[in-house]
């Protein structure tokens, strides 16, 4: 299953940014792991017609270099860090899609749309640059991404803003932000392919779009160098999207959650 909403969950990962700054799950010397395993899995309620909700399980894996990492399905090139300011070349694959057996014939039928005549919408590798800012008001995240496969040919922009509080012997963050997809990329994932069109699907094309969210994520060391982390986050899909002919209906938003425990060596 290829999952709208995988990709950001898995990026999310709360531990991949909390190893970095030190704490209680630290080494002798105060320097984070370089290394972190764990399991993990994902609730996620699907906005495809017919999928409705999975549990994914997943592997958790990140490496922190001193200036390469490896984080989820990410891995960067820090060219300039500093307390408060981080600046990185990245390369992130990118799981959006469907696998057209994964879709409900019934609910696309629904929507005018007969599954035999579609295909599947691919996996891809997205390149860019990720900025990081963080001080006593919060933290923000700005992600500037293109397809360098010609999947979908297009391009994403995001921004997150988010706020650490300690709770419970853990830190909780909680974040919203908005996502951009340009028309390419929009329209390869929403909407119907030319050659789709030419056997008599609808033409059906959202152009580009923006996806707001909010989430929570929480982050709580124990043990040693063992750390559980959760992420929960809804999208509110615009009514570009909402039309989709493959999209449930009457599905304005969606929801996921992420549990999953690591261990820093």
Same mark, same amino acid.
């Not at 500093?82 to 600046?87: T, V």
């Not at 779009?209 to 707001?212: G, H, Y």
């Given at each position: 299953m290829k999952s709208l909403f995988f990709p950001a969950l898995v990026s999310l990962i709360a531990f991949n940014v909390s190893a970095q700054e030190g704490g209680p799950g630290d080494g002798p010397q105060g320097e984070p792991p370089r290394w972190g395993v764990g399991l993990g899995a994902i609730l996620n309620d699907s906005p495809y017609a017919g999928e409705g909700t &999975? %549990?994914?399980p997943i592997p958790l894996l990140t490496y922190q270099g001193e200036n390469f990492y #490896? &984080?989820?399905?990410? @891995?960067g090139w820090t060219f300039t860090r500093? =307390?408060? #300011? =981080?600046?990185s070349a990245i390369a992130k694959f990118r799981f959006d899609g469907f696998s057209v057996d994964d879709l409900g014939k019934e609910e696309l039928a629904s929507n005018g749309v007969y599954y *035999?005549?579609? =295909?599947d919408r691919d996996f891809g590798l997205d390149a860019g640059m990720n900025l990081k800012w963080s001080g006593s008001a919060g933290e923000i995240e700005v992600e500037l991404l293109a397809d360098i496969t010609d999947t979908s040919g297009g391009q994403e922009a995001s921004i997150q803003y988010g706020y650490p509080m300690q709770l419970g012997g853990g830190m909780l963050t909680p974040n919203a932000g908005v996502t951009w997809l340009s028309e390419d990329m @929009?329209?390869?994932y929403y909407g119907t392919l030319d050659e789709e %069109? @030419? &056997?008599g699907v609808i033409n059906y094309k959202p152009g580009a %779009?923006?996806?707001?969210h909010v989430g929570i994520n929480y982050f709580r060391p124990f043990g040693n160098n063992w750390s559980l982390m959760t992420t929960v986050k809804y999208s509110?899909?615009?009514? =570009?999207? *909402?039309d989709s002919p493959f999209v449930e209906a009457d599905t304005s938003g969606s929801a996921s959650i992420l549990i999953g425990i690591a261990k820093g060596f």
């Open positions: &999975r %549990v994914l #490896f &984080r989820g399905i990410t @891995a500093s =307390e408060s #300011f =981080e600046l *035999q005549l579609l =295909e @929009a329209n390869y %069109v @030419a &056997r %779009v923006t996806i707001p509110m899909l615009p009514d =570009e999207i *909402q």
